[in-house]
């Protein structure tokens, strides 16, 4: 299969395919690049990326912990990116790599980005201490910001019939 083949399967735009760079090497061993695989498992993508050392990573919760992915290799399936879904995959030796799927078909084969080091969690931890920081001031701030602002009134509707129960500083005997 050549390029032109992939290009036309995928139905990827000339704008897609420039982004797309090509490298004819045979696949690592153990990494299976048909539609379907024994050991996939779905993955649910977290909503929070990050930037670190220059590049936008994507954490994945796997099988066996956690691993990162740079965004940047899911840039050439952008146009479809609301149907991809993220699989793990394992190779007979036990390693981990990422299938990116357009409905049942892999588009991407993605192995996860080694970025876990003492340096990477000593910020990821320093983060996190910041945020629960600014949490709980935001926590202890929250009653005086929230005062109640006396120029806005509830309206008291009658639930079942829509009708408006009283007006704002209408007492009951004035209805």
Same mark, same amino acid.
């Given at each position: 299969? @050549?390029?032109?083949?992939?290009?036309?399967? +995928?139905? =990827?735009?000339?704008? &897609?395919?420039?982004?797309?760079?090509?490298?004819?090497?045979?696949?690592?061993?153990?990494?299976?690049?048909? #539609?379907? @695989?024994?050991?996939?498992?779905? =993955? @649910?993508? !977290?909503?929070?990326?990050?930037? %670190?050392?220059?590049?936008?990573?994507?954490? /994945?919760?796997?099988?066996?912990?956690?691993?990162?992915?740079?965004?940047?290799?899911?840039?050439?399936? !952008?146009?479809?990116? #609301?149907?991809? &879904?993220?699989?793990?995959?394992? $190779?007979? &030796?036990?390693?981990? %790599?990422? *299938?990116?799927? $357009?409905?049942? +078909?892999?588009?991407? *084969?993605?192995?996860?980005?080694? *970025? =876990?080091?003492?340096? +990477? *969690?000593?910020? /990821?931890?320093?983060?996190?201490?910041?945020?629960?920081?600014?949490?709980?001031?935001?926590?202890?701030?929250?009653?005086?910001?929230?005062? =109640? #602002?006396?120029?806005?009134?509830?309206?008291?509707? @009658?639930?079942?019939?829509?009708?408006?129960?009283?007006?704002?500083?209408?007492?009951?005997? !004035? &209805?």
């Amino acid at each position: 299969m @050549d390029e032109e083949n992939i290009y036309s399967m +995928f139905d =990827i735009s000339a704008k &897609q395919q420039e982004k797309i760079i090509f490298r004819h090497q045979h696949a690592p061993e153990g990494i299976n690049l048909s #539609d379907t @695989d024994p050991t996939e498992h779905r =993955i @649910d993508e !977290e909503s929070l990326s990050l930037v %670190y050392d220059g590049g936008v990573l994507k954490p /994945l919760q796997t099988r066996n912990g956690i691993s990162f992915i740079q965004n940047k290799y899911l840039s050439p399936l !952008e146009d479809v990116i #609301d149907m991809v &879904q993220l699989y793990e995959r394992e $190779t007979p &030796q036990g390693m981990t %790599y990422i *299938v990116a799927k $357009t409905g049942l +078909f892999v588009a991407a *084969v993605i192995m996860p980005y080694n *970025v =876990i080091n003492e340096k +990477f *969690v000593y910020h /990821l931890s320093a983060l996190a201490r910041q945020c629960s920081r600014a949490l709980a001031e935001k926590k202890i701030d929250r009653p005086a910001t929230e005062a =109640i #602002d006396k120029t806005q009134y509830r309206i008291n509707v @009658d639930e079942s019939t829509g009708e408006i129960i009283n007006f704002p500083g209408e007492t009951e005997a !004035e &209805q």
